[in-house]
T-cell receptor, first 113, second 115 residues
Framework: ETGVTQSPTHLIKTRGQQVTLRCSSQ?????VSWYQQALGQGPQFIFQ???????GRGNFPPRFSGLQFPNYSSELNVNALELDDSALYLC????????????FGSGTRLTVV | AQKVTQAQTEISVVEKEDVTLDCVYE???????LFWYKQPPSGELVFLIR??????QNEISGRYSWNFQKSTSSFNFTITASQVVDSAVYFC????????????FGKGTTLSVSS
């Protein structure tokens, strides 16, 4: 049983650029959530995808968007990057019906300069 | 609104000391779930335990134990005989469901165990 994998592990972008982060969910999991973790803070919920549709969103602007694919993998897209977007982005997969909890990946460290 | 407070920002102990990490939560839900995660320097959040709001029984797993008290809205975590490998950031989290909904995290407690 494979866990959650995220790519890339590190990324440096310039302010104003766009970025795409990728996540492969754990085998058997059909729901993917994305979290932003700023330095020294706890993870903040960005949004969740289930059956390829957004199914819950935290307090993040529309320039944060995502996709979920038929194989349950997911992408997080951030447009018009700002310096404050520098953070660790964590992906978590789960079963919508519960029972197994959440499994997190190791994250993508995004630095915006 | 749901909220998790971890008042201890950093804790430093010497190996073999016992240490308790505090977590206080707020929620209006009658059914909810509480979690503890460990985050080593590698960044991955490692699941430690979950508890549902109907189960106040305390739990012990090896050197780890958890004290859940609904009366004080607390879910504290104790490490007995701490080891250097326990050094990490520990997060308490709250959710209205076991999975499929957002986890609300506290700001974390950084535990440093020295030899």
């Amino acid at each position: 049983e494979t866990g959650v994998t995220q790519s890339p592990t590190h990324l440096i972008k310039t302010r104003g650029q766009q970025v795409t982060l990728r996540c492969s969910s754990q085998s058997g999991h059909n729901t993917v959530s994305w979290y932003q973790q700023a330095l020294g803070q706890g993870p903040q919920f960005i949004f969740q995808y289930y059956r390829e549709e957004e199914n819950g969103r935290g307090n993040f602007p529309p320039r944060f968007s995502g996709l979920q694919f038929p194989n349950y993998s997911s992408e997080l897209n951030v447009n018009a990057l700002e310096l404050d977007d520098s953070a660790l982005y964590l992906c978590a997969s789960s079963l919508a019906a519960g029972g197994g909890g959440y499994t997190f990946g190791s994250g993508t460290r995004l630095t915006v300069v | 609104a749901q909220k998790v407070t971890q008042a201890q920002t950093e804790i430093s102990v010497v190996e073999k000391e016992d240490v308790t990490l505090d977590c206080v939560y707020e929620t209006r839900d009658t059914t909810y779930y509480l979690f503890w995660y460990k985050q080593p320097p590698s960044g991955e959040l490692v699941f430690l335990i979950r508890r549902n709001s109907f189960d106040e029984q305390n739990e012990i797993s090896g050197r780890y134990s958890w004290n859940f008290q609904k009366s004080t809205s607390s879910f504290n975590f104790t490490i007995t005989a701490s080891q250097v490998v326990d050094s990490a950031v520990y997060f308490c989290a709250l959710s209205e469901a076991l999975a499929g909904t957002a986890l609300i995290f506290g700001k974390g407690t950084t535990l440093s165990v020295s030899s």
